[in-house]
């Protein structure tokens, strides 16, 4: 079974700073997805980034960009330019080929501060 | 359009009472899914459907039970409540596999089972 774990808990930012969160994931897969959901204090689940194993290229949406690295099974998110609406859980999936189960990390919290 | 739509978005509970949680979904998507969400442990997947008529176990399907006798609507069931279930539920939807990343949730059910 695919595991994805995310070891910080919380982290804060200051406005307009850059933070960067950390994923890595367990699985003997070859082809699989990865993705960065954002949690709002609404709860509403929003997809920020998705990632394709078999691109070595960094996927990029405005001020989001991830580090995937796939012989260390790590996919961190970096947040530039932190802005206050960013305040949100952050969490890492995983999804093989097959794709019918999206596996989720426990979550980060990030706090922007003003 | 109104996405995925669940109900009720909050619900107390007696110990061994039943209840249904209902999802319906507008946009035609084959994949739907149920999430309950527990502090520090994410997501984690209960039950899915890839289709009407076709349903699947997810990592957490003790104690729930799920239908999908049509493409819209995917109810999910507590047959016996247990405080153990208290949590947040998320309903997800997909066109059609998850790999897409596409994954539409509701907006989540507050269930408290005393």
């Known amino acids: 079974a695919q595991t994805v774990t995310q070891s910080q808990p919380e982290m804060s930012v200051q406005e307009a700073e850059t933070v960067t969160l950390s994923c890595t994931y367990d699985?003997?897969?070859?082809?699989?997805?990865l993705f960065w959901y954002k949690q709002p204090p609404s709860r509403q689940m929003i997809l920020v980034i998705r990632?394709?194993?078999?691109?070595?290229q960094n996927a990029t949406e405005n001020r989001f960009s991830v580090n995937f690295q796939k012989a260390a099974k790590s996919f961190s998110l970096k947040i530039s330019d932190s802005q206050l609406g960013d305040t949100a859980m952050y969490f890492c999936?995983?999804?093989?080929?097959?794709?019918?189960?999206?596996?989720f990390g426990g979550g980060t919290r990030v706090l922007v501060k003003p | 359009n109104a996405g995925v739509t669940q109900t009720p978005k909050f619900q107390v509970l007696k110990t061994g009472q039943s209840m249904t949680l209902q999802c319906a979904q507008d946009?035609?998507?084959?994949?739907m899914s149920w999430y309950r969400q527990d502090p520090g442990m994410g997501l984690r997947l209960i039950h899915y459907?890839?289709?009407?008529?076709?349903?699947d176990q997810g990592e957490v399907p003790n104690g729930y039970n799920v239908s999908r006798s049509t493409t819209e609507d995917f109810p999910l069931r507590l047959l016996s409540a247990a405080p153990s279930q208290t949590s947040v539920y998320f309903c997800?939807?997909?066109?059609?596999?998850?790999?897409?990343?596409?994954?539409?949730f509701g907006e989540g059910s507050r269930l408290t089972v005393l």
């Open positions: 459907s890839v289709g009407a008529g076709i349903t």
């Open positions: 946009m035609n998507h084959e994949y």
């Open positions: 699985t003997s897969e070859n082809n699989y997805y």
């Open positions: 999936a995983f999804i093989g080929a097959a794709g019918n189960k999206l596996t």
């Open positions: 990632q394709e194993a078999y691109k070595q």
């Open positions: 997800a939807s997909s066109y059609q596999q998850v790999d897409t990343g596409e994954l539409f």
